[in-house]
């Protein structure tokens, strides 16, 4: 077996592809992580479209006021619109960086007693669009599934929220996993597998997962590096951040990402291990 980081990933499954502007989230790692897990991590791969409401490409037309009273949405606040104030709507793109193909669809909100409950979204893919009502009164801090569709990037297809509502209605984050191919399964499990790790490192416990650098040191040990191996933070940007390694005279980034929240007080953890200068490698 080649025991190198990267062979480690490898012997365990795990894929590589080219990151495209996506966030990918190795899945199974952060659930060893959560429970303490340091064994060989067998792990699955899906990419990540996350389109948050604060993202350029959102398109808004009408009356939304931003937020971050009530707590569960992702990244740093939400959108919401009060009935009575005109029609209005939200749109996700699919992100253009995407590869065509099968996609679980999600999307975020925070709840609460004066949501509506019957807020409607309309997924368009490549065979129409697709109404699906949720109740936004529930369901706070939750990725919760629109569906399973087939998106082309650069063709108009997305995620549209209605403004008309028999309450306010929340326009957060969307999330496109996939494309599902042969791992159909895989479903987005950020949230599940992460945010309990950071309400342990909001309570005190842990507090070296939030430096990025420290959680690539501390996880490394999972594919293979040594506690002794040199690293340092090569490039960190809102949400993720790139730590270089040297391990038996070879070099490999570490990408690390911010799962459950974004800025100073959100946790990191390891997306990715690429060795510098390879090609994309598989199985």
């Known amino acids: 077996m ?3 980081p990267a062979g480690m990933l490898d012997y365990n499954g795990a894929r590589w592809r080219s990151r495209a502007g996506r966030v990918r989230a190795l899945f ?3 659930i060893a992580l959560m429970m303490g ?3 060989s991590v ?4 899906a990419d990540e479209l996350i389109v948050d409401d604060a993202d350029p490409a959102v398109q808004l037309s009408g009356a939304w006021q931003p937020s971050a009273m ?9 959108l919401f619109h009060v009935p009575g104030h005109g029609a209005a709507a939200a749109r996700w793109p699919f992100p253009a960086g995407g590869a065509p193909g099968l996609y679980h669809v999600y999307a975020r909100w925070s709840s609460g007693p004066n949501r509506a409950s019957a807020a409607l979204y309309q997924v368009t893919d490549t065979d129409g669009t697709t109404p699906v009502h949720v109740n936004q009164q529930i369901g706070s801090g939750q990725w919760r599934a629109l569906g399973t569709f087939t998106f082309h990037p650069g063709t108009g297809q997305g995620v549209m929220l209605s403004g008309e509502a028999d309450g306010v209605v929340v326009a957060d984050a969307v999330a496109w996993v996939g494309p599902l191919g042969e791992n159909a399964d895989i479903a987005l499990a950020d949230l599940t597998t992460t945010q309990p790790l950071q ?5 005190g416990d842990q507090p070296w997962r939030l430096d990025p650098l420290e959680v690539a040191r501390a996880d490394g040990t999972v594919p293979g590096f040594a506690a002794t ?8 940007k809102t949400g993720s951040a790139r730590v ?26 390891v997306e990715s291990v690429r060795p510098v200068g390879s090609a994309v490698a598989s199985p």
């Open 2 to 4: 080649n025991c190198t």
């Open 244 to 269: 270089r390694a040297q391990h038996a005279g070879a070099s490999y980034d570490i990408q690390v990402l911010q799962p459950a929240r974004l800025g100073p007080s959100g946790i990191w953890v």
């Open 229 to 236: 191996d040199p690293m340092q933070l090569a490039d960190q």
């Open 28 to 30: 199974v790692l952060a």
């Open 37 to 39: 897990l340091h064994g």
């Open 70 to 78: 009530t707590p569960g949405f992702y990244g740093g606040g939400y």
């Open 42 to 45: 067998a792990s699955a791969w």
């Open 199 to 203: 309400h342990a490192v909001d309570a």
